[in-house]
């Protein structure tokens, strides 16, 4: 059993544990991921290690609750404990000394796995550019240890509800005609998001690392569920990733993916929330 140490509400949907996990904090590194499950009848949820403390043997995991399964995980409280917590799994990111500016770009929940991301580049000496975006105010966290580990923040929300109004890709735009020496860029958070930040830059002529979230079972490259597509060759997000290149992904593939249990998602969201109300149907 792994307990939970701390719960912290990012949000009314967004929600941080920090899981006790020695072994696996021991030997993390930035972009990597791990695989929980809450109990034996649990889902594998597979979740991007936003931080991790040596000393303490603490992971840091932050989620959003949208199916079933998150829900679930979302009602544990500090205390609790998971049953199993597999890790770190994948490939660390690739962290060099780059002779300009970096760029770190992190939408919605994605601005948690790309901390980690920022302090290792900073950690190695560049320049680091952050750039964090969400719907609105209530959806941002983190903009303290973004700034903390970045030598410039510039935080956006869609509907201007806090700081500058518009798409994170608004800002990178900007942010390469300031940098036209911009060396690199990492991309985190929902697909859609990170395909528009790789076809922004792909003219720019600026390489951009994207983290895969594909569908994803055992973490071992076995079951396949986590495939995408690269430069034309099948690639496994548990093994050969989550980090690609992203002028290579594609895309329009990865989202079709990514729809294909959508139903099935639904009609166990729909008997969690019914077994939650009694097993009222709902018609009397």
């Known amino acids: 059993m792994y307990p ?13 544990f920090d899981l006790k996990a020695p072994l696996v904090a021991a030997k993390a590194k930035a972009g990597q991921f791990f695989i929980l499950r809450a109990d034996e ?26 199916g079933a399964g998150t829900r679930l995980l979302g009602r544990l409280e500090a205390g609790d404990a998971v049953l199993d917590v597999v890790g770190p799994l994948g490939v660390p990111s690739e962290i060099e000394r780059f002779d300009g500016p970096v760029a770190v770009v992190g939408g919605g929940v994605g601005i ?3 901390y980690p991301i920022a302090r290792a580049l900073k950690e190695a000496g560049n320049r680091v550019i952050a750039i964090i975006g969400a719907r609105n105010k209530e959806l941002l966290f983190w903009e303290e240890k973004m700034a903390a580990v970045s030598d410039a923040l510039i935080v956006c929300t869609d509907d201007g509800s806090y700081g500058r109004k ?6 990178l735009k900007d ?8 060396q690199r860029v990492w991309a985190i958070g929902p697909m859609p998001m990170m ?30 569920a986590c495939r995408v597509l690269v430069g034309g060759e099948t690639k496994f997000a548990c093994v050969d990733g989550p980090e690609f290149d992203g002028h290579l992904v594609d895309f329009d593939l990865a989202l079709k993916r990514l729809a294909i249990y959508r139903d099935e998602e639904k009609r166990a969201l729909a008997a ?13």
């Open 112 to 114: 948690a796995p790309i």
């Open 272 to 284: 969690l929330e019914h077994h939650r109300e009694g097993g009222r149907c709902g018609c009397h």
């Open 195 to 224: 395909r528009a930040i790789a076809n922004t830059t792909r003219p720019m002529g600026v390489p951009t690392i994207v983290s895969m979230n594909p569908l994803m079972l055992d973490g071992t490259g076995m079951c396949g």
């Open 41 to 66: 009848k649990g889902e594998r949820i597979p979740l991007t290690i936003a931080d991790f403390d040596r000393e303490q043997g603490t992971i840091t995991a932050i989620f959003q609750e949208i």
């Open 175 to 182: 942010l390469y005609e300031a940098n036209k020496d911009l």
């Open 4 to 16: 939970i140490v701390r719960k912290e509400i990012l949000s009314a949907s967004v929600k941080l």
């Open 166 to 171: 518009g798409f994170v890709t608004d800002a």
